[in-house]
T-cell receptor
Framework: QQQVKQSPQSLIVQKGGISIINCAYE??????FPWYQQFPGKGPALLIA?????SEKKEGRFTISFNKSAKQFSLHIMDSQPGDSATYFC?????????????FGTGTRLQVTL | NAGVTQTPKFQVLKTGQSMTLQCAQD?????MYWYRQDPGMGLRLIYY???????DKGEVPNGYNVSRLNKREFSLRLESAAPSQTSVYFC????????????FGPGTRLTVL
């Protein structure tokens, strides 16, 4: 059962354009929603994250929009650059009381063309 | 600081062979995790250790065992490897449970023939 659904699977955007990746979750107990960026041959690295009591968070060119009622959140990359070409994973965290367990989406491969 | 390190980087096994994947972190983190990454499936949690001396099953624990050797090290063992365990394995650590960041290692690419 996929608890975090991510779309699209792949995305091609021209340099300077806006990249948008969407995620939807089912479990309302999730309490933290990070986005991870992964370059080929590397491990994922935290890009930006949001708590469910905030509707939007912006860090530089990266913005998370969060809709709690719809159980959806999205990543917007403004002024996309070739260096942004990577795979992006949304995730949702569940605090079990002893550890925070991340459930990941299936990933979006972003290619930014010149 | 090296962060999270994993050994080996690559490994090829035959069906039925056993091996241990090693992970170490130098950030004094309490929690550690093992994930596997397969095409089109994202990362799936195999096992985690909330603190030294504790381990718990994740989403896909079958066929694996773990050991939290000390606060720094968390190993993943395949007792009898199967082709279905061909994957890229990532170790991660976090300072504490809650709204914290998980830091990932570079991964181990495992092929089981």
């Amino acid at each position: 059962q996929q608890q975090v659904k991510q779309s699209p699977q792949s995305l091609i955007v021209q340099k300077g354009g806006i990249s948008i990746i969407n995620c939807a979750y089912e479990n309302t107990a999730f309490d933290y929603f990070p986005w991870y960026q992964q370059f080929p041959g590397k491990g994922p690295a935290l890009l930006i994250a949001i708590r469910p009591d905030v509707s939007e968070k912006k860090e530089g060119r990266f913005t998370i929009s969060f809709n709690k009622s719809a159980k959806q959140f999205s990543l917007h990359i403004m002024d996309s650059q070739p260096g942004d070409s990577a795979t992006y994973f949304c995730a949702a965290s569940l605090n079990t009381g002893t550890a925070s367990k991340l459930t990941f989406g299936t990933g979006t491969r972003l290619q930014v063309t010149l | 600081n090296a962060g999270v390190t994993q050994t080996p980087k690559f490994q090829v096994l035959k069906t039925g062979q056993s091996m241990t994947l090693q992970c170490a972190q130098d950030m004094n983190h309490n929690s550690m995790y093992w994930y596997r990454q397969d095409p089109g499936m994202g990362l799936r949690l195999i096992y985690y250790s909330a603190s030294e001396g504790t381990t718990d099953k994740g989403e896909v624990p079958n066929g694996y065992n773990v050991s939290r050797l000390n606060k720094r090290e968390f190993s993943l063992r395949l007792e009898s490897a199967a082709p279905s365990q061909t994957s890229v394995y990532f170790c991660a650590s976090s300072e504490e449970w809650g709204l914290d960041t998980q830091y990932f290692g570079p991964g181990t690419r495992l092929t089981v023939l």
